[in-house]
């Protein structure tokens, strides 16, 4: 692997190629996806505009992330019902990523409207403006209760979003000060703030786990761990852009910090921190999936979160192409 050289004016492409080229290496995606994946991306981006998910920046991010494409890749055997609800579940997160995650007033506002309860019980408070994030989630929410076991997986993925808002929030203070965090302060938020929490719809797919029933540690812990590698990922190739706008909330300039590393430097120190949760993530999943203490469906979802880390792969190649086409 070629190691890339910082140039006087910052040459992040080739940066960014390098650590492209770790991630396809070390991630290659699996065989074939879902056999509905044009499908999904045409449905995904349909259901978004009708959401009104599409401005502010929506329509962009769409094009950059490939949401219909990504789930076919992450979620191969899933019935369409299922795959089609991840892919819009996917895109509220996404938009808010983008437009408000990462905007400390904005992020303010939207937390105090309560999201994760609005989700998991489907009340708001009489107070609260019309906002398109809230009537999105709402249509969401609506869609997930009339599939079969979706009233109950609710509670799950209403935790998941209120850890991902959790860890946004934490992130606020870094970017009003531009002071970058400590690694292991980064790493706990990063977990979550991934948004990876939408893999828990994988239990209404028939053989996985009851929906709402709870999960042992050890399931939890590798799916975290899988919402930590996507982050790490995007880390990767978002840093270029990150790096523009002055947002010290990324694991190549946190190293590039905590070690007084040059910016190439951190690069290979976040591919290395990336390898090293992939290699455990690999080791614990082929550990789970053969751990004759859980049952059956348990052991299926340790398959399934596997191919979501590996499916996650499959995104890389249009993000890196997008990054491309939109450089300064």
Known sequence: MT?????????????????HEHLLRLSPPPARPHPAARELESDVREWAAGAGLCAQGGQCALERRRIGHLV????????LAVARLTTHYLAWVFHFDDTVA???????????WDLPSLLHSGRTHPDTPSCVHLTSLAAVRAEITNTD????VLAQLADGLRRYLDGCASEAPWRTSGQPP?????????????GGHPLYLHCLAPGMPPPGEPLPTCLTALAELAFLLGGLANDLLGHAAEHRQGDPVNAVT???????????????????????????????????RADPALTSAQRHLAAA???????????IEPYFQHLLATRP
């Open 102 to 112: 990462e905007h400390p007033g904005q992020l303010d506002a939207h937390l105090t």
């Open 305 to 315: 979160i596997g191919g979501w880390a590996e499916g996650s792969a499959a995104a």
């Open 72 to 79: 076919a890749w992450c979620m191969p055997h899933a019935p």
């Open 254 to 288: 946190v190293l590039a910090h905590e070690y007084g590393l040059a910016l190439p430097d951190a690069y290979r120190a976040t591919v290395v921190l990336h390898a090293a949760h992939k290699h455990r993530f690999d080791s614990d999943q082929a550990r789970l």
């Open 182 to 194: 400590a690694l292991d302060a980064y790493l706990r938020r990063r977990t979550h703030t991934s």
């Open 3 to 19: 190691h890339p050289q910082l140039t006087p004016d910052g040459d992040f492409t080739a940066l960014a190629a390098y650590a």
């Open 149 to 152: 076991g979706g009233q109950e």
